[in-house]
């Protein structure tokens, strides 16, 4: 009887110590663009029916959520983050019905919901914006509003900040006679987040969709939230490769990260807490997006963030990187994670280049290998599973504003239409994507062999490797194993996680030359398996391998595993 109540108290101890564990700390978290994701009625748009047609994809790589990109009513000046009303969906994607139909299904698969928030602006033709123009009551102070600076009797805006979007961040408007602050397109007006009632109107946009079943959001841009108040201009980066309109020949110290910013966070935390105690639901995951240095970065756990978004993969590290800067990089970054929060890695979004054009085609499996073999949550952009890549656009067929802004010698470098072409799903009409042959932005001309219905049914692909890493990544080995990071040789970076008899290392080797690493020295099986390896590696999954002489081809990544675990997978 006393063993059978020490067994049982055990039990009890690893079930509640489970239970205890938030549902995100080994989650996938997959970003779907709405535009270009699918397109359910022929128009060439994707849209909320079409996502819902296609979440058993969603659920089969092994997301535990879904981060929409804007879905809300907007004249679309900036494809959906010019929010004309934040309670209601853009007819382009579908209705509200749709949304709950989408919730519900997404709910059947296990997958949450997230939504995109945007705080910082609204469109130029929501209702408060109109308001605030005519100086309406409570709206009068919804928005940034400055008098012009007059210089010899000519007007001019109140100082020289500028647009993310270039040229100045000021738009004169005729009505109310003064400018208006937008860090991004003119259609875009800058929230006043002083003003204590929009932020309880915001508050109440957060309520609105959590009621709909949303399990969280992820905040777009929120560093722009507050600007200083004193108005100040703000110093040059004293740059001389590009044009003084352009928004990075200014260091940002009065527009981006105001220390007010987290406060509201804060509110916005307690807020979603209380509505998950209140409705007994699942914490709220909150995504923040702020390219900011890593201690403003880090900050946003200790304000209420789930996920202050690292950035490393996209901002910090690209195909020059050698071992030592990616060890430098994640060693940097789990010392700055609090104390019970936890890390996450993004592979790719809307806004940067996809991983495939980042790294090169032959790399594309390697950020994924690492976002899904770290401890924390992986962020995955739609396609970077198949491995899709950038496509090139002409100045002609540019439409994102930041690259029509830039104009026709400069388009290139800010446009972010390459990475937001529609997703391949096979190889009909506009790759299984619409059966429209003219499509929002053109579908990329190599989705007849790059596809994920061809990829399914290959032995060596994105979609394969993809599989196999979420199924490792699944295991009580990464969700809580022991974490070392080594470089060998000086180019082969090394990723090891352990936990009883499981042992997992990702070998990467960024450099040009093939290596044979020795770490029979480590702690370590003697024997070791090729689970899986990025498709142009030519090694088989496996094969087994000898800790004397793990064998890395040169621009390769290869998931090493103890014998235990692929038998266990693979049913041998």
Not at 346 to 375: C, I, K, Q, Y
Not at 529 to 558: C, H, K, Q, W
Request: proline share 5%.
């Amino acid at each position: 009887a006393m063993l059978r109540l020490t067994i049982l108290t055990c039990f009890l101890f690893v079930a509640l110590s489970a239970a205890a564990e938030p549902w995100y700390k080994n989650a996938i978290v997959y970003q779907i663009y709405p535009r270009s994701f699918k397109d359910s009625d022929g128009d060439g748009i994707g849209d909320l029916n079409g996502i819902t047609s296609e979440l058993e994809h969603v659920a089969d790589i092994g997301a535990d959520a879904i981060w929409l990109s804007p879905i809300y009513k907007s004249p679309q000046v900036d494809f959906g983050y010019d929010i004309s009303n934040f309670t209601d969906i853009e007819p382009t994607y579908g209705t509200l019905a749709d949304f709950d139909r989408l919730v519900k299904k997404a709910k059947s698969l296990g997958l949450k919901v997230i939504l995109d928030f945007v705080p910082n602006h609204t469109s130029h033709q929501h209702p408060w914006f109109k308001e605030s123009s005519q100086k309406t009551g409570r709206y009068d102070d919804f928005y940034v509003w400055r008098d012009a600076k007059i210089v010899d009797g000519i007007r001019h805006p109140p100082n020289n900040w500028l647009s993310n979007f270039q040229n100045s961040a000021w738009e004169w408007n005729d009505v109310r006679k003064q400018y208006y602050l937008h860090q991004f397109a003119t259609g875009q007006p800058d929230l006043n987040y002083r003003n204590a009632t929009l932020r309880q109107e915001m508050s109440k946009v957060l309520t609105f969709w959590m009621d709909r079943g949303v399990s969280g959001f992820r905040i777009d841009a929120i560093n722009h939230m507050y600007e200083d108040s004193r108005f100040l201009d703000e110093p040059s980066a004293n740059r001389t490769d590009i044009p003084k309109t352009d928004y990075d020949s200014l260091v940002h110290i009065y527009t981006k990260d105001q220390s007010e910013t987290y406060e509201v966070l804060k509110d916005w935390r307690k807020l979603m807490d209380d509505h998950s105690n209140h409705t007994k639901t699942d914490p709220k995951m909150i995504l923040t997006e702020a390219y900011a240095s890593l201690d403003l970065t880090v900050k946003y756990y200790n304000s209420g963030s789930t996920v202050p978004f690292n950035f490393m993969f996209i901002v910090d590290l690209h195909n020059n990187s050698n071992a030592m800067d990616f060890k430098r990089l994640i060693d940097r970054w789990m010392k700055a994670v609090p104390s019970g929060k936890v890390a996450n890695w993004v592979v790719g979004n809307h806004d940067n280049h996809r991983v495939a054009s980042r790294f090169g085609r032959h790399r594309a499996d390697e950020m994924t290998m690492l976002a899904m073999t770290l401890p924390g949550i992986a962020v995955i952009y739609n396609g970077d599973e198949i491995g899709m890549e950038d496509r090139n656009f002409t100045y002609k067929e540019t439409v994102d504003p930041v690259g029509c802004n830039s104009g026709p010698a400069r388009y290139y470098l800010r446009s972010r239409d390459p990475e937001r072409t529609p997703y391949q799903w096979d190889n009909t009409t506009s790759a299984g994507f619409s059966t429209n042959k003219t499509t929002w932005l053109p579908v990329h001309s190599n989705y007849k062999t790059l596809n994920l219905k061809r990829q399914k049914e290959e032995y060596y692909s994105h979609y394969q490797v993809f599989k196999s890493l979420m199924n490792v990544k699944k295991r009580p080995v990464i969700e809580r194993g022991s974490l070392k990071v080594e470089v060998y040789d000086q180019r082969i970076l090394s990723i090891t996680r352990a936990l009883g008899n499981d042992t997992v290392i990702v070998m990467t080797n960024p450099s040009s030359k093939p290596a044979a690493v020795n770490i029979s020295s480590r702690n370590v099986p003697p024997v070791l398996i090729v689970y899986t390896a990025g498709i142009d590696s030519n090694v088989r999954p496996g094969t087994l391998a000898f800790s004397n002489s793990l064998f890395v081809p040169e621009y390769s990544s290869i998931m090493f595993t103890s014998l235990n675990i692929y038998w266990s997978d693979h049913n041998v």
